[in-house]
């Protein structure tokens, strides 16, 4: 019996299946966290970033990232890769260095994991070829920020093993907790609402040890709201139309065009303003 779901993803690459989806961006708090909990992260993330003041711009920052990278030209996704090569750049103190291939690994392993995890919750489970597919794709959100290729593993039964020694060795420092409080607590009441969801799923997802460190409460009455809000949305979400599911990609991605465009005009107004005679 053929589904909605099979329907709508037919003639799709199994990773454009996975990140098209807005189902996914449930995992964003979840992914943060994970990242942060990693003390070279954390420390990086507390000491340069202003991601839990403006989480809305960095939330951007990120989607532009995946999509530029996942659905964009070559061109696109060099761009947004060098955009975010020069800002690590400065993103070195003690301890830590955003350039530290590690580092990389681990953020693009959250990306990679989360992401699947909540895609599988929604969308059921993919075919083991189909997630060898995404997997490999997935080096990309590595590779394209200068991480040699051999550091990310080599098959998926690999990442499996990195994963869980790098889930289970996890232990969140006060570094961490500080900013995961600063970003569940916006000034925005809009944003604050939205984030109160997302603390709310990632409580869910996050494995115990993780979420207890965070100080996430969780007990049986969220696990039972967990468990209805996910039924709720197994049921409806792959029955929507697909563009609703692809909207948060088709927007950013304009967002990212218009913006990249506005920059190309900027430059050359600029540069029809030069004082004859200037050096070029």
């Known amino acids: 019996m053929i589904t909605v779901a099979d ?6 690459s199994p990773e454009h299946r996975v990140y098209r989806e807005a189902v996914v961006l449930g995992a964003a708090a979840y992914a943060i966290l994970l990242q942060i909990a990693h003390p070279g992260v954390g420390r990086g993330v507390r000491e340069h970033s202003d991601f839990a003041q403006r989480p809305v711009d960095r939330l951007r920052g990120t989607l532009v990232f995946v999509y530029g990278l996942m659905f964009g030209t070559a061109e696109e996704a060099e761009r ?7 800002i690590h750049k400065r993103v070195v103190g003690p301890g830590y260095d955003a350039r530290d291939p590690d580092l990389q690994v681990w953020v693009a392993a959250t990306l990679y994991a989360c992401d699947m995890h909540v895609y599988e919750l929604v969308c059921g489970p993919m075919a083991p070829k189909d997630k060898d597919e995404v997997y490999a794709g997935a080096a990309v959100f590595a590779t394209s920020l200068g991480c040699p290729r051999e550091y990310w593993p080599a098959t998926r039964a690999d990442f499996d093993r990195y994963w869980a020694d790098m889930v289970a060795s996890i232990e969140v420092d006060d570094t961490a907790r500080a900013i995961a409080r600063d970003l569940f607590h916006p000034a925005h009441p809009v944003v604050r609402a939205l984030v109160r969801v997302q603390r709310f799923l990632a409580a869910g997802l996050l494995p115990p040890h993780v979420r207890d460190g965070f100080g996430l409460a969780w ?10 809000l996910l039924a709720v949305v197994r049921a409806v979400y792959p029955r929507l139309p697909p563009a609703v599911r692809t909207l948060p990609r088709d927007f950013y991605l304009r967002d990212m065009r218009k913006r990249a465009s506005g920059s190309g005009r900027n430059r050359a107004a600029r540069g029809h303003r030069r004082p004859i005679g200037g050096r070029g």
């Not at 329907?7 to 799709?12: E, G, K, Y």
């Not at 947004?80 to 020069?86: F, G």
Request: proline share 4%; hydrophobic share 35%; aromatic share 4%.
């Open 80 to 86: 947004v890769s060098a955009i975010v090569r020069a």
């Open 219 to 228: 007990g049986p009455v969220q696990q039972r709201r967990f468990d209805r």
């Open 7 to 12: 329907r709508q993803t037919r003639h799709v």
